[in-house]
């Protein structure tokens, strides 16, 4: 079983629309998540850590849910330059490895 | 802002030759990684580094790849006698754990085309 799954997507979405992304994890002990947004053929960079309350930056909103062992991204009021692959990656509790998602693509149109 | 930088952008070699991919991390982070990603595949960890010795590597880091800390700034991974399937893009990234928070920060990657 994969330890981050994610629906590859793509999502196709015109701008100003909200859009939701999904990830499962398998090791009920992972102690860190994120999501990482990645541009084609460049490096991952950081979108927002995941805290179990729920948190919030501007447009973009993400959840925990540890009984269920899944994480959300939501992104309202879309923009063309949201357009990437976004990657979630989960860290276990006492070991410094993170393990990424295979990534969801969002193409937002205009 | 603070960056991590990796150096070359793209080494090319030959199939069986020896190649080391360089990266600076931030200059106050302590933890230090390797990641791979083949092209259109997912990204994949190869090792982690601290305190001037490994701290967890994956199944992919065989006796092929080793990583040293040469001074108080590079950290470089070596690849042996590289295969064909070495070929793809090889991140750095950095953290600084001390914090608490443990996000961490890529390099623009080295694209490693093995023929």
């Known amino acids: 079983r994969k330890e981050v799954e994610q629906d590859p997507g793509p999502f196709n979405v015109p701008e100003g629309a909200t859009v939701a992304f999904n990830c499962t994890y398998s090791n009920s002990a992972s102690q860190s998540f994120f999501w990482y947004r990645q541009d084609c053929r460049k490096e991952p960079k950081l979108l927002m850590s995941v805290y179990s309350s729920g948190n919030e930056d501007g447009r973009f909103t993400a959840q925990l849910n540890r009984a269920s062992q899944y994480i959300s991204l939501l992104i309202r009021d879309s923009k063309l330059s949201d357009s990437a692959t976004y990657l979630c990656?989960?860290?276990?509790?006492?070991?410094?490895?993170?393990?990424f998602g295979s990534g969801t693509k969002l193409n937002v149109k205009p | 802002e603070p960056e991590v930088t990796q150096t070359p952008s793209h080494q090319v070699t030959q199939m069986g030759q020896e190649v080391i991919l360089r990266c600076v991390p931030i200059s106050n982070h302590l933890y230090f990684y390797w990641y791979r990603q083949i092209l259109g595949q997912k990204v994949e960890f190869l090792v982690s580094?601290?305190?001037?010795?490994?701290?967890?590597k994956s199944e992919i880091f065989d006796d092929q790849f080793s990583v040293e800390r040469p001074d108080g700034s590079n950290f470089t991974l070596k690849i042996r006698s590289t295969k064909l399937e070495d070929s793809a893009m090889y991140f750095c990234?950095?953290?600084?754990?001390?914090?608490?928070?443990?996000?961490?920060?890529f390099g623009p990657g080295t694209r490693l085309t093995v023929l």
């Open positions: 580094f601290y305190n001037n010795e490994i701290s967890e």
């Open positions: 990656v989960v860290k276990p509790y006492n070991f410094n490895k993170f393990y």
């Open positions: 990234a950095s953290s600084d754990l001390s914090t608490g928070e443990d996000e961490q920060f």
